[in-house]
């Protein structure tokens, strides 16, 4: 059965008149008649008869009504869901985040496009950079930290540099540390004091180990801890002195202080969006990518 001789019938029942459904549908009128002969074939039952100017539905004709509004109904509303989509008021965002971006720079953007574009659902996934590049088939977009190669990313993505960050020692407010160095610390303090590291997977962690080993120093990893909050809560309970983005000591207010590193540059870092190519991008995607970029 074609769904379009249905939708026509539903049309011509509407009015009541082959003449007046072919102009609203811009068809001629052997065109309508045409789908309403070959419709009726197909059914092998008589679904209308004249009376007068009229068209007038034979019980079987009703029947078939009921579902041709279904459909005309459920017609209706996709073209309604396409033209929300089309201006960017439907559809869901999927986004990859690690926990520092997720936590410190996505939330702006989130509102901006909640309030350009309200009709769109967001499903936000975290977890460190490995985790989000080995599930980017799942994604919209992914937000990450540290390297990444194109040769580790599905043909079809690209990676889009975004924004710069920089990476603190994290110390607890009566740390020594603290006391000697009020502003740059040299890196040679990941030797000198127990370390808490990163999960192996962190952005922030593989930028420290690189940064550490062009300055030629390999220091004792014993203990590893995943995410930001866990730093934060290690270094506070005083097993050791961390490292994390600035951002999130930013509003830091328990104990714990933030100290630059490797002066006079600081270590800085780049957050990195990871995409589709152009050509394959929804809307939704271009319209997020847009109010980030």
Known sequence: ???????????????????????????????????????????????????????ELTPAGQGLLEYAQQMTDIFNQAGEYVRCLQQVNAGTLRLGSTTTIASFYLPQYLVLLQTSHAGVNVRMKTGDTDEIIR?????????????????????????INWQEDEIVLVLPEDHQIARDYPEFVPLDV???????????????????ETWLASAGIQPKISIEVTGVSGIKEAVRAGLGIGFASSQALRNERQGLVARRLNAPSGLI?????????????SRVTQAFLDLCL
């Open 1 to 55: 059965m074609n769904p379009t001789h249905l939708l026509t019938f539903a049309i011509v029942a509407r009015f009541k008149s082959i003449t007046q459904a072919a102009e609203y549908l811009h068809l001629g009128q052997p065109a309508v008649s045409g789908q309403l002969k070959l419709l009726q074939n197909q059914i092998g039952e008589p679904l209308y008869f004249r009376k007068g100017y009229q068209i």
């Open 190 to 208: 990941f030797m000198k004091y127990q370390v808490i590291w990163r999960e192996p997977g962190s952005g922030a962690r593989q930028a420290v």
């Open 269 to 281: 870092w780049q957050l990195k969006i990871i995409a589709p190519k152009k050509a394959i991008r």
């Open 135 to 159: 599930n980017l088939e799942d994604l919209d977009l992914g937000f990450i930290e540290g390297p990444v190669h194109a040769q580790e990313l599905p043909g079809n993505y690209q990676v």
